[in-house]
């Protein structure tokens, strides 16, 4: 492999998994932002900024948007206007300019990980190798059904092909690892049992393709009780069908329509690390109280891990006898969806287009041409996310104990109010108190 010349912590950075397992978990949490800059200079003083902060933190790069949909002529003419572009174009800065972004930044306690977005990956893959950038994320479903047009066939084989391509960094004693995105499906309005399956299955297909250092996703829904639940299937089922050990959990601050308020956007936030936390889960991914607003600066970025980071200090884990959960809901209906999609193909990938293709994975309210678009969901009266209509999902009538047996109509106003329920119900002030601002 060719490049410019890097800094010994550079050439051989930490297996990111590694230092997440070891780093996280047993009440301990690991805290990441979504950070991304057209700049070097300002990328690199977020990266700083990160590593400073008053809690266990990881790096992250997050590429823009025309890098993620190839749209390489774009950036090159940005870069010469000199216009800000809404993320790190890592295909087309020189690898000498992102090599002094990284140069005293990464190292053994400090790794880094590149988040794009992109169902067309492959010249960001050979930029990540370039730069031995061994953490990234996405999925040939997660990264593909809710973000274009590109057919999931397409898909699949462009992350086939970017998974061996990613092993390479072996040859130079590198470990890659890779997080499914597949838990955070439209960032909401998807019930967790499939956000669980979806998860998993990514994993798979990543293992499947010489990936051994895994990270699955879950994005905090609407209810605490029903996300604990969620996050504990993905946990048993994770160790019950990845060939690896080298696995972890992270959990996404809620991705729908944030609250505007500060006080409610915190203590949004602070759930979602109580969730980590409760659940044994490693890592987490923040937002911040800008988030309903505008793109987050900097420092409200480092307000966000150090709040999270002390909330995580304070926050109880449930008691661990040592066995796995039980059948829960959510566990049954995410290994019913799994089993059904696995037992179409021995090949992962294929095994997923199959199942997309005849409705045995089905994302609500998702316009890709390739989701089948039959099932619905709501929010019920106790604020958890139920199926309206699983459409062709492999479920039968009892899924989610019978919740789903009589289809219920999601009109567009409903539509509309469960959009909006986590920004009313944390936005509006307490009973009796009196909101100032």
């Known amino acids: 492999?060719?490049?410019?010349?890097?800094?010994?912590?550079?050439?051989?950075?930490?297996?990111?998994?590694?230092?997440?397992?070891?780093?996280?978990?047993?009440?301990?949490?690991?805290?990441?932002?979504?950070?991304?800059?057209?700049?070097?200079?300002?990328?690199?003083?977020?990266?700083?900024?990160?590593?400073?902060?008053?809690?266990?933190?990881?790096?992250?790069?997050?590429?823009?948007?025309?890098?993620?949909?190839?749209?390489?002529?774009?950036?090159?003419?940005?870069?010469?206007?000199?216009?800000?572009?809404?993320?790190?174009?890592?295909?087309?800065?020189?690898?000498?300019?992102?090599?002094?972004?990284?140069?005293?930044?990464?190292?053994?306690?400090?790794?880094?990980?590149?988040?794009?977005?992109?169902?067309?990956?492959?010249?960001?893959?050979?930029?990540?190798?370039?730069?031995?950038?061994?953490?990234?994320?996405?999925?040939?479903?997660?990264?593909c059904l809710p973000y274009g047009r590109t057919p999931l066939a397409e898909s699949v084989r462009n992350w086939r092909v970017c998974c061996e391509l990613y092993t390479r960094l072996r040859e130079v004693g590198v470990e890659p690892h890779l997080e499914t995105f597949g838990g955070c499906m439209m960032g909401q309005l998807c019930p967790p049992g499939q956000l669980v399956a979806i998860s998993v299955l990514e994993a798979l297909f990543f293992a499947q393709h010489g990936i051994h250092s895994l990270s699955?996703?879950?994005?905090?829904?609407?209810?605490?009780?029903?996300?604990?639940?969620?996050?504990?299937?993905?946990?048993?089922?994770?160790?019950?069908?990845?060939?690896?050990?080298?696995?972890?959990?992270?959990?996404?601050?809620?991705?729908?329509?944030?609250?505007?308020?500060?006080?409610?956007?915190?203590?949004?936030?602070?759930?979602?690390?109580?969730?980590?936390?409760?659940?044994?889960?490693?890592?987490?991914?923040?937002?911040?109280v800008s988030e309903a607003r505008r793109i987050p600066t900097i420092a409200e970025n480092i307000h966000a891990l150090e709040y999270a980071g002390r909330t995580a200090g304070r926050a109880r884990q449930e008691p661990d006898d040592g066995h796995l959960p039980g059948d829960s809901p959510t566990y049954l209906e995410a290994r019913a969806l799994i089993e059904a999609v696995l037992g179409l193909d021995d090949d992962v990938g294929e095994a997923l287009i199959a199942a997309f293709r005849r409705g045995y994975l089905d994302i609500p309210y998702c316009l890709h041409p390739d989701n089948a678009g039959a099932t619905r969901s709501y929010i019920d009266a106790d604020g958890k996310l139920r199926w309206a209509d699983t459409g062709a999902l492999p479920l039968g009538a009892g899924a989610e104990g019978g919740e789903v047996a009589r289809k219920r109509k999601v009109t567009s106003a409903g539509l509309l109010m469960d959009l909006f329920h986590m920004r009313r119900k944390y936005d509006e002030p307490p009973e009796g108190v009196r909101e100032l601002v």
Do not use: C
Not at 128 to 139: H, M, S
């Open 1 to 143: 492999m060719t490049g410019a010349h890097l800094e010994p912590e550079q050439q051989y950075p930490v297996d990111f998994g590694e230092f997440v397992r070891k780093s996280g978990g047993y009440g301990r949490l690991v805290v990441q932002p979504r950070m991304g800059f057209g700049d070097p200079a300002k990328m690199r003083q977020g990266l700083l900024a990160t590593k400073a902060a008053d809690a266990t933190t990881v790096g992250t790069i997050t590429l823009d948007s025309y890098t993620r949909v190839g749209e390489l002529r774009a950036v090159e003419a940005a870069l010469r206007a000199g216009r800000d572009l809404n993320g790190y174009p890592v295909v087309s800065h020189p690898t000498a300019t992102t090599g002094r972004v990284l140069s005293g930044v990464r190292d053994s306690g400090f790794p880094v990980q590149v988040r794009h977005g992109s169902a067309t990956p492959a010249d960001i893959f050979r930029a990540l190798v370039r730069l031995r950038l061994n953490a990234t994320e996405g999925g040939p479903v997660s990264y």
């Open 216 to 288: 699955l996703s879950y994005a905090q829904q609407t209810d605490r009780e029903q996300d604990r639940e969620a996050v504990a299937a993905l946990r048993r089922l994770s160790a019950e069908l990845l060939p690896t050990d080298n696995w972890h959990v992270v959990v996404y601050a809620y991705m729908g329509v944030f609250p505007e308020s500060y006080r409610g956007a915190h203590r949004l936030l602070g759930e979602a690390v109580e969730l980590a936390v409760a659940t044994g889960s490693e890592r987490l991914i923040v937002k911040t």
